[in-house]
Structure formats: structure tokens, C-alpha cells
């Protein structure tokens, strides 16, 4: 039905599927108002109709003016300036009203234009709840009694009490089954709305959870693969560049020692605050694992990663802390660029070797892959006790 729409009136159909919902069923609402429109003018074309020509026209224009302005005003978006977006309880008491009209306007169709009425509610089972049935109900109970009086009053139709009485019963009996169906899809559908939106939020949680690091709430080891390969995919495709820092805190295991466990969980915290601060909203921090960090500076060469990794440094140098009793904990970095053709393994391997020789070289320092000689390079390459720890 959607694409049907938007091939015949594309500047009615809304592009947010909310207000498409909204605009699908009011013109389903429009379109029985369009049958309950025919069945009258056909009654007026048979000679049924009591109305001169003018008064009548005049009358289906405004009804019209009515029936078109509920989809004007979704296709506009003036609809959600309500409380109920869609428009529920006014669109049912205007077709109500309008068939109410037909029944005034040719009562010996009356029982036709009372399953009408139904129809009107069933449409109330998209949105509404109990207390709107009820007063759905009340109106259409109110507007029938009052346009049989006036019909008796005016001598037009020849009621029989009888008969009426028991049509009107049967009528109240099947549209207090139609109100509780009604009450029923609604509850399904609102039971079903709540339900999804809570299994979007445990999906949404559990997604978080399976790429985040539980204690500081950084990327985890997998995601930071999982980002390295989307920046090498980017760099092999063409002008781009990014840059690992690794991050080693020093002498943590003293701190675990001497402060507790506890302590060092909230130094790892700290740190990871800091780092987080660090870097540009585009960049990525990772934990490794343990006191092992990883920065992703994307669009960054050696020389910008020196600038953050020294700042890093810096704040960490500078970080007191109160957990242990104002002392300070360092960090030493390594930081490699990725080269093109080269797998992320290799790179990771670089900066690996320049966070070790930071440490060799008395920690609280920064070493770029540059600043290892080719010898060093190749002395490092094959010692075993690196930083990186296997997936
Ligand atoms: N509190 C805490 N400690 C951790 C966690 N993960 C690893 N550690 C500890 O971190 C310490 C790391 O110690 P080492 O690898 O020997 O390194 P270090 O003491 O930092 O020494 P250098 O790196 O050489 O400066 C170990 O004592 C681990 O138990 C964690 O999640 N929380």
C-alpha cells in the first residue's frame, strides 16, 4: 500500500515511518468516508434525499474540507503538534458526525449507516484504550438517539417503536463487542509496543557490553580489532592515514601490591578518563588488557600522535592521586603509523617494540618507531616478552 501511495500522491507520503503508519490509516478512514459519500449521493440520485441540490452540496463540501484535513495535517506534520499524533478521537467523532449526517439524510438506510458505526470503532483499535471506547461509545450512542428523535419529530421516517427498540438493543449489544475486541488488539498492540521497546534497549545493552571493556568502559581487545581493520580497509583505499599509540602504566603491579586491587582498579579508571580526554571525538582508546592501553589516532601521523601521546604523558604525570595517597603513577608509549600493505599485526608489533623500549629507556617516556634503530628494531623483533598478549 505504501508504494502504491507514493506512486499516486508522492508529496502527501511522509518519509518517517511513524507518520506514514499514521497517514496509511487515516486514509483507510478517508476511504470509507468515500463509500459512505457514494451510498448517499446514490440515495440522492434515486430521489431518497429530501435536501435541495445547493444546501446538499454545500453540506458535502464541508464535509469534505473535514475528511481531506486529517491527511493535509499528517502530510504537513501539524498532526504532531498534538497529544496523539493521530488524531484518534477526533477523526472517530468526526466520522461519526458525518455518519450521522447520512442517517439524518436518508433514515431508511439507517441500519446500514449502524454498521458503520462499528466500522468507526474498529478504527479506535489502533490507538485507544479503554476510557477512549467508552467515550467513542457514549458519542455514537448520543448522536443516534438524537437523530432517531429528530427524525420522529419531524415526521420524516415512520418509526416502529418496537422494532427500533430491539435494532437499537442488538446495535448496543454488538457495538459493546466491537468496543471490547477493540480493548483487546489495543492492549496486544500496546503490550507488544512496551515489549519491543524494552528488548531494543537490552539488545542496545548487550551490544555496548560485547564491545566495551567492563571496568573502564573502553573499547575491549576484540572491537579494537575489529576498529583497526575498517582504518587499515580506509587507508588502503586512498588518502588516509592513522597512527597506534600503546599505552603501558608503570610499575602497576606496586600498586596493586602496596594499595590493593581496588586501587588499582580505579587508577585504571583515572588513566582511562584521561586518555579519553586525550584524544579527538573520531579517535579510539582501547584496553588491552591489564595496565595496556591502545590508542587509534585516525588521520594522524607520527608527529601528531608524538603531540597526544606527550600530553597524555603529561596528564598522567601530573594526575595525583588520592587513592594512593596523592602518589603518582606514569605511563611509557610507543607509537607506530601503519603503513600501507602491511597487516595490522605487524604495526601493532612496532609500536609494541617502542612501548619496551620506553620502559628500557627508564619509563615515563614516549618512543616513535622512528626513534628505534634498525638494530634495536631487529634485536626486539624476535624477543618473546612483548607487551601485546595473544587474543
Ligand atoms: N587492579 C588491577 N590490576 C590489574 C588488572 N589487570 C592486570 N592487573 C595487574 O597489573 C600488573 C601488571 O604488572 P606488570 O606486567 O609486571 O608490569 P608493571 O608492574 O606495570 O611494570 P612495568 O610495566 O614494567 O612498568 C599485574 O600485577 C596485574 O595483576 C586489573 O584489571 N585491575
Not at 217 to 237: E, P, S, Y
Not at 274 to 300: C, K, M, P, S, Y
Not at 363 to 383: F, K
Request: glycine share 6%; with cysteine.
Amino acid at each position: 500500500m505504501t508504494t502504491l501511495l507514493r506512486r499516486l500522491v508522492p508529496h502527501l507520503v511522509p518519509d518517517d515511518p511513524h507518520q506514514m503508519l499514521r497517514m496509511r490509516r487515516t486514509l483507510m478512514a478517508t476511504g470509507s468516508g468515500l463509500v459512505l459519500t457514494t451510498v448517499v449521493i446514490t440515495a440522492m440520485l434515486a430521489g431518497m434525499v429530501e435536501m435541495p441540490v445547493p444546501n446538499f452540496l454545500l453540506l458535502y463540501t464541508l464535509i469534505w474540507l473535514g475528511n481531506v484535513s486529517f491527511p493535509l495535517m499528517i502530510s504537513y506534520d501539524i498532526n504532531l503538534l498534538f497529544k496523539d499524533p493521530s488524531l484518534t478521537i477526533s477523526q472517530l467523532i468526526w466520522h461519526t458526525l458525518t455518519n450521522t449526517i447520512s442517517i439524518y439524510l436518508v433514515p431508511e438506510l439507517h441500519t446500514v449507516f449502524l454498521m458503520h458505526y462499528l466500522l468507526v470503532v474498529l478504527f479506535g483499535a489502533f490507538r485507544m484504550q479503554r476510557k477512549g471506547f467508552f467515550i467513542i461509545g457514549g458519542v455514537i450512542i448520543s448522536c443516534y438517539a438524537i437523530v432517531m428523535a429528530l427524525l420522529f419529530w419531524e415526521g420524516r421516517y415512520p418509526i416502529q417503536l418496537k422494532q427500533e427498540i430491539l435494532s437499537a438493543a442488538v446495535f448496543l449489544f454488538m457495538l459493546m463487542g466491537v468496543s471490547i475486541i477493540g480493548t483487546e488488539i489495543s492492549s496486544l498492540r500496546w503490550a507488544l509496543k512496551r515489549r519491543n521497546s524494552e528488548l531494543n534497549i537490552v539488545m542496545k545493552q548487550a551490544k555496548e557490553q560485547a564491545i566495551t571493556d567492563d571496568l573502564t568502559g573502553l573499547f575491549n581487545r576484540r572491537h579494537l580489532m575489529d576498529i583497526l581493520r575498517r582504518q587499515q580497509a580506509l587507508t588502503v583505499r586512498g588518502d588516509y592515514c592513522f597512527t597506534l599509540c600503546f599505552v603501558d602504566l608503570d610499575h602497576f603491579k606496586q600498586v596493586n601490591d602496596n594499595f590493593g586491587h581496588k586501587a588499582g582498579d580505579e587508577v585504571l579508571q583515572t588513566f582511562s578518563d584521561i586518555a579519553r580526554n586525550a584524544v579527538r571525538e573520531v579517535d579510539f582508546v582501547a584496553r588491552l588488557g591489564g595496565e595496556e592501553f591502545v590508542l587509534v589516532l585516525v588521520r594522524t601521523d607520527l608527529n601528531g600522535a608524538y603531540h597526544v601521546a606527550e600530553r597524555l604523558r603529561k596528564s598522567m604525570e601530573k594526575a595525583r592521586l588520592d587513592i594512593l595517597g596523592g602518589h603518582r603513577v606514569t605511563a611509557s608509549i610507543g607509537i607506530a603509523q601503519y603503513r600501507k600493505k602491511e597487516t595490522i599485526e605487524e604495526t601493532m608489533h612496532r609500536a609494541d617494540i617502542a612501548v619496551y623500549a620506553a620502559k628500557n629507556r627508564g619509563r615515563n617516556q614516549i618512543v616513535t618507531e622512528d626513534d628505534l634503530s634498525s638494530t634495536i628494531l631487529s634485536s626486539l623483533h624476535d624477543d618473546a616478552d612483548l607487551y601485546t598478549t595473544p587474543e
